[in-house]
């Protein structure tokens, strides 16, 4: 591979994909087994902005219940270009329900808060998820030990002694 094909490769690797109908097909194998998701937009592109919500929506519909979700405003080092202020990013992850961070991949401005936030939300569903697994666990065998007692004849608290002639 000649070095100008990996320069035209990563070209096209890094641009917004939202709009493109040939991501829409592959994307929805992605959310399977989804534990979290960064939802990202250009800051300084008020179209990649608008297929947020479609994306999104599409999270909501192929992603497992309860994937840990963060909007992402990317390209904040190139203030001049912007087209979608900062309060629009608040609000529609306000309405999402997201948390959001503003960052540059370029600057590496909040890449490790973002990375670091989105672990911490999914080990915080795991262990929520983990708790009422042992909970629900426990009052299965809370259960069984009940429904054990009860179907013994009155009297047979303890199991009767039996003589071993071995």
């Known amino acids: 591979m000649v070095p100008t094909d990996v320069a035209t490769y990563e070209l096209q690797a890094s641009r917004d994909t939202a709009g493109q109908e040939r991501y829409q097909t592959i994307t929805k194998q992605y959310y399977r087994r989804a534990q979290g998701i960064f939802l990202v937009y250009d800051i300084s592109s ?27 405003g990317n390209k904040a080092d190139e203030e001049e270009k912007r087209q979608v202020g900062r309060e629009q990013g608040l609000q529609l992850a306000k309405e999402y329900g997201m948390d959001f961070y503003e960052t540059s991949a370029c600057t590496n401005l909040n890449i490790k808060e973002s990375f670091t936030r989105l672990t911490e939300l999914v080990l915080q569903a795991h262990k929520k998820e983990l708790d009422g697994l042992r909970a629900y666990t426990a009052d299965e065998l809370n259960l069984v030990e009940l429904e054990e007692e009860a179907s013994k004849p009155e009297g047979t608290e303890h199991p009767p002694k039996t003589s071993c002639w071995c």
């Open 46 to 72: 008020e179209r990649s902005y608008q297929h947020i919500m479609k994306w999104a929506s599409d999270v909501d519909e192929y992603a497992p219940e309860g994937v840990q979700k963060i909007l992402i």
